[in-house]
């Protein structure tokens, strides 16, 4: 197949294409390749790139598949991980400078090892946020991120290599984490498809942590399917993380089609209406008038829930970093140097107030899901902003930009809800709506994104590059 | 917060910078009284927020 025929297609079509044998896996890996290289100085998404063993991988599954034995259900799908994810051979970096000293990764994060298990080709790790603390997509150490719509914007962060990868075309598909919004706000910024699923669902094993009781890792791609195939090939049950839920794999794509007709939905309102932009708005109610969501719901305590989550992530992270504090706070980037040295500082019944408020959270949270299946809300507050830029203005009044961008995605992972991200491809910037389930209910909110997809309200807009 | 209050902070961060073996710079003070001071702010939202004394804090450990 030619090269351009390999541009912007979707992992589901790509393993048409290689399962049928109208391309090879080479070709697919060789054309995304040619693309990493060529995208390298205008968007920075890439910190390693896998190519021997990228080509490696699909030679054997054009081999495989040339002795007659059956394609995986990813077939020479390539794919990139945010580089938190162990990859045998590579330094886990994590975004960080310090973690350049560590020695390479004895093996793969069980998530790369399920995805290639399936006949999915890594081919590298991508850039973000130091040690995840970031809603950005910049880094000190390793440049920004940057928006393949327009590369003086934001990829937003912590997962700003998965957006720029994904949305620029170098990957249909791309591992992420979440642990107050880092899948969700470079899915909006970027104009893509990502799916945070319940917290203890993918397994965490061999990933950098940033707060523990929050981080959750989970793919972005152009697509509900896409989202649907990678996430069923990761699905199970893994002792080597101790949250990993013990639970049989339920598998999505068969029930992606199912009318959502009969679903109960609701828009967030209250909290997550105000600081909210124009565009934030108007997306909310572009995807609630496609789906006939009429009622109004309020999140209750939906800032609170934001404050505390933003509590526990400071004394969690500070608490995992204290040791590099104190000996090499220096290699730090500076703006998370000082963000780790304050949370080290938090009184400690401050902290357990915050999880006991989580406690109560949830309880409430959860009751509303007795009556409503899905609850629609903005991922972000604002298309993407500029790179460098520090303030933002929200309902008439200037305020931080950094803090605000995580408003409405933290009070969910708080909790760790399941949400999709569809893309609602305005113009200049593309921004997201968050699709928010009950626990372990991914399949609704993936069905709610694939027909919102189908109808042509969700979509991940091709930058013009 | 008073300046009464910003004093305090500063002192806070004295101190657990010393009892955390925390080398800090003079130039990075400014920034991390401004974090600890937001978090702080957070912080007082949720403890205000009254709960009964027997609910469990989230992370529930498991024997």
Redesign the interface.
């Known amino acids: 197949m030619p090269e351009a025929m390999l541009a912007w297609q979707s992992a589901a079509a790509i393993v048409d294409a290689v399962s049928s044998g109208r391309s090879s896996a080479v070709a697919v890996i060789e054309a995304t390749l040619t693309r990493i290289d060529a995208s390298a100085a205008r968007l920075n998404a890439f910190t390693a790139v896998t190519r021997e063993r990228a080509l490696a991988k699909a030679r054997a599954i054009d081999a495989a598949r040339a002795r007659g034995a059956p394609c995986g259900q990813l077939a020479g799908v390539p794919f990139a991980v945010k580089n938190l994810y162990d990859v045998a051979g590579l330094a886990t970096l994590a975004g960080s400078k310090i973690n350049r000293r560590l020695p390479p990764a004895t093996a793969d994060s069980p998530l790369i090892t399920r995805l290639e298990a399936a006949d999915a080709v890594l081919v590298g790790a991508l850039n973000m946020g130091e040690y995840a603390y970031d809603f950005t997509g910049e880094n000190a150490h390793y440049g920004a991120s940057r928006n393949p719509h327009d590369p003086a914007h934001m990829t937003g962060g912590s997962s700003g290599g998965c957006g720029g990868a994904v949305a620029g075309d170098l990957v249909p598909l791309a591992l992420g984490s979440d642990t107050n919004g880092s899948i969700r706000v470079p899915s909006s910024f970027c104009g893509l498809f990502g799916l945070k699923p319940t917290y203890g669902r993918l397994s965490r094993a061999r990933s950098f942590p940033f707060a523990a009781s929050f981080d959750h890792l989970g793919p972005l791609a152009r697509s509900a399917r896409d989202l649907a195939l990678a996430y069923d090939a990761m699905q199970g049950h893994d002792t080597a993380d101790p949250v990993s839920a013990a639970r049989q794999i339920e598998p999505v794509l068969p029930c992606l089609d199912l009318a959502t007709r009969g679903l109960r939905l609701a828009v967030a309102g209250g909290y997550f209406r105000r600081g909210a932009s124009a565009e934030a708005i108007g997306a909310v109610a572009r995807v609630a008038a496609a789906l006939g969501a009429t009622a109004e719901i309020e999140i209750p305590q939906a800032a609170r829930a934001r404050a505390a989550a933003y509590v526990i992530t400071a004394a969690e992270s500070a608490s995992l970093h204290l040791p590099r504090l104190r000996s090499e706070a220096h290699e730090f980037d500076p703006a998370v140097r000082d963000r780790l040295i304050a949370g080290a500082m938090l009184p400690a019944p401050y902290v357990m107030a915050a999880q006991k408020f989580r406690r109560w959270y949830r309880e409430q949270v959860l009751r509303l899901f007795q009556s409503i299946d899905a609850i629609l809300a903005p991922a972000t507050p604002f298309t993407a902003p500029r790179i460098g830029q520090q303030r933002v203005r929200l309902d008439g009044v200037e305020v931080p930009l950094r803090p605000n961008i995580g408003i409405f995605t933290q009070p969910i992972s708080f909790i760790g809800l399941p949400v999709v991200v569809v893309p609602v491809p305005l113009a200049p910037l593309p921004i997201g709506v968050q699709i928010i389930t009950a626990p372990w209910r991914e399949d609704v909110a993936l069905r709610i994104a694939h027909r919102l997809e189908q109808d042509g309200v969700a979509l991940a807009p091709r930058p013009a590059l | 917060m008073s300046d009464e209050t910003d004093r305090a902070l500063e002192s806070?961060?004295a101190a657990?910078?010393e009892l955390?073996?925390?080398?800090?710079e003079p130039a990075?003070r400014p920034?991390?009284?401004a974090?600890?001071k937001?978090?702080?702010q957070?912080?007082a939202?949720?403890?205000e927020?009254e709960?009964a004394d027997d609910?469990?804090?989230?992370?529930v450990f498991n024997a």
């Open positions: 806070l961060i657990a910078a955390l073996a925390l080398p800090i990075w920034a991390i009284e974090n600890l937001a978090t702080l957070l912080a939202t949720v403890v927020f709960l609910l469990e804090p989230a992370p």
